[in-house]
Nanobody, 114 residues
Framework: QVQLVESGGGLVQPGGSLRLSCAAS????????MGWYRQAPGKQRELVAA???????NYTDSVKGRFTISRDNAEKMVYLQMNSLKPEDTAVYYC????????WGQGTLVTVSS
């Protein structure tokens, strides 16, 4: 069983930055590839960033060069540094396993607007 708690969202102007955090519980955190997902109103949930157990990272094209995913295995934390934010980044952001997601947490809302 795993519990995932996302935080760090909020209202930010276009071009601004936010750092999202995901606190994970449970065993064997360090062997799982983790990801950040987002779901905008009326759209499907999409995987935007992933980091493997070997610290390899991957990003969807729309966020490449702007977002950075990282992890701290000792603290069981996953982070998403979001820079140069755009209105189209507005969504609820979730963390989960990148390959076979389990139960979803409540997410954290990111709103990019002037």
């Amino acid at each position: 069983q795993v519990q995932l708690v996302e935080s760090g969202g909020g209202l930010v102007q276009p071009g601004g930055s936010l750092r999202l955090s995901c606190a994970a519980s449970g065993s064997f955190f360090s062997i799982h590839a983790m990801g950040w997902y987002r779901q905008a109103p009326g759209k499907q949930r999409e995987l935007v960033a992933a980091i493997t157990a070997g610290y390899t990272t991957n990003y969807t094209d729309s966020v490449k060069g702007r977002f950075t995913i990282s992890r701290d295995n000792a603290e069981k934390m996953v982070y998403l540094q979001m820079n140069s934010l755009k209105p189209e980044d507005t969504a609820v952001y979730y963390c989960n396993h990148a390959t076979r997601p389990g139960a979803w947490g409540q997410g954290t809302l990111v709103t990019v607007s002037s």
